[in-house]
């Protein structure tokens, strides 16, 4: 049964993921721009950074669930957001270099928007119409 941390998470996580998605999708080359301008500044890699683990770090903390459903996306959003954090904070250079690869490739942007517009849905359809109260 899920617990109402995962309920909260998903209710918080899910729509945000599913505006990100939509808002690449429908301004691909604003969304572009905007990511070369964020890794031309290492003061924003390192700022976003301690954001990305704070956030992660909050997350890991209140729903560290290794289970075989729903609530595991939390879990892993939670640690993936923990380690992006720790490299942007630590190897900002690095992240200036990965950021510019993908940015390379013309439809990278587009997968990625599909990603968090599935992970938004999902966790969505779980967070508001899934559970029992």
């Known amino acids: 049964m899920p617990t109402s941390t995962s309920i909260f998470l998903a209710k918080l996580?899910?729509?945000?993921?599913?505006?990100?998605?939509?808002?690449?999708?429908?301004?691909?080359?604003?969304?572009?721009?905007?990511?070369?301008?964020?890794?031309?500044?290492?003061?924003l890699i390192y700022l976003a950074g301690i954001l990305a683990m704070t956030a992660g770090v909050a997350i890991v903390l209140n729903h560290n669930l290794w289970v075989a459903d729903w609530r595991v996306i939390i879990t892993l959003l939670g640690w993936l957001a923990t380690l992006g954090g720790v490299m942007r904070i630590v190897f900002p250079q690095r992240v200036e270099h990965v950021g510019r690869w993908f940015l390379a490739r013309p439809t990278a942007l587009c997968i990625a928007a599909a990603v968090w517009i599935a992970i938004g849905v999902v966790l969505s359809l779980f967070g508001y119409l899934r559970h029992t109260p």
């Open 13 to 43: 996580i899910g729509p945000v993921a599913v505006v990100i998605g939509i808002g690449v999708l429908i301004n691909r080359d604003t969304y572009r721009k905007l990511s070369e301008e964020f890794l031309a500044s290492y003061a």
